[in-house]
Antibody, heavy 120, light 106 residues
Framework: EVQLVESGGGLVQPGGSLGLSCAASGFTFNTFALSWVRQAPGKGLEWVSAISGSGGNTYYADSVKGRFTISRDNSKNTLYLHMNSLRAEDTAVYYC?????????????WGQGTLVTVSS | EIVLTQSPGTLSLSPGEKATLSCRASQSVSSSFLTWYQQKPGQAPRLLIYGASSRATGIPVRFSGSGSGTDFTLTISRLEPEDFAVYYCQQYGNSPFGGGTKVEIK
């Protein structure tokens, strides 16, 4: 059974930094791309960032480019998101999601999410 | 960047009725990567449909997806109480999600 467990959320001041982790199990970690998707309170889903299975390719939404860094440690089966220069509009539940389906065409599995609150 | 527009924003229906949700893309989308997700309050999204029309594992047959090009549809043939939720479409692959359609009990 695939399990994705996010951690690291919390309260941070505007301009601050925070690191999120997503511990994975139940699949061959280094063969699947992973993504971060967030959801502001009462709002819809927003794709944030993605990383290939090897970690060699990374992608970012324009809203976080230059401030967030996605990475993975395939020896620890863990995905990371390091967030700098945080803004109030970054307040959201952050989900990690695993690539799946035929040809890698969906987010087949999601974590339960971790809440990041940016406020003074 | 492709923009996905979902309509209606809210759909008010009774259990047993048919729900038809629309997802329109600003430019042509590969059907292979069009996905639908269901989200209930306080829960993570759940994959329903991938490849525009393939049901994910464990998804009941009352859920079906169709469409191509710029117009896609999610149909719930007969609403069950557990189907009242928010539904999102997305072109998988580092792309925005649609704004969502809330299916609420009338």
């Amino acid at each position: 059974e695939v399990q994705l467990v996010e951690s690291g959320g919390g309260l941070v001041q505007p301009g601050g930094s925070l690191g999120l982790s997503c511990a994975a199990s139940g699949f061959t970690f280094n063969t699947f791309a992973l993504s971060w998707v967030r959801q502001a309170p009462g709002k819809g889903l927003e794709w944030v960032s993605a990383i290939s299975g090897s970690g060699g390719n990374t992608y970012y939404a324009d809203s976080v480019k230059g401030r967030f860094t996605i990475s993975r440690d395939n020896s620890k089966n863990t995905l990371y998101l390091h967030m700098n220069s945080l803004r109030a509009e970054d307040t959201a539940v952050y989900y990690c999601a695993k690539e799946g389906c035929s040809g890698g065409s969906c987010y087949s599995d999601w974590g339960q999410g971790t809440l990041v609150t940016v406020s003074s | 960047e492709i923009v996905l527009t979902q309509s209606p924003g809210t759909l008010s229906l009774s259990p047993g009725e048919k729900a038809t949700l629309s997802c329109r893309a600003s430019q042509s989308v590969s059907s292979s990567f069009l996905t639908w997700y269901q989200q209930k309050p306080g829960q993570a999204p759940r994959l329903l449909i991938y490849g525009a029309s393939s049901r994910a594992t464990g998804i009941p047959v009352r859920f079906s997806g169709s469409g191509s090009g710029t117009d896609f549809t999610l149909t719930i043939s007969r609403l069950e109480p557990e189907d009242f939720a928010v539904y999102y479409c997305q072109q998988y692959g580092n792309s925005p999600f649609g704004g969502g359609t809330k299916v609420e009990i009338k």
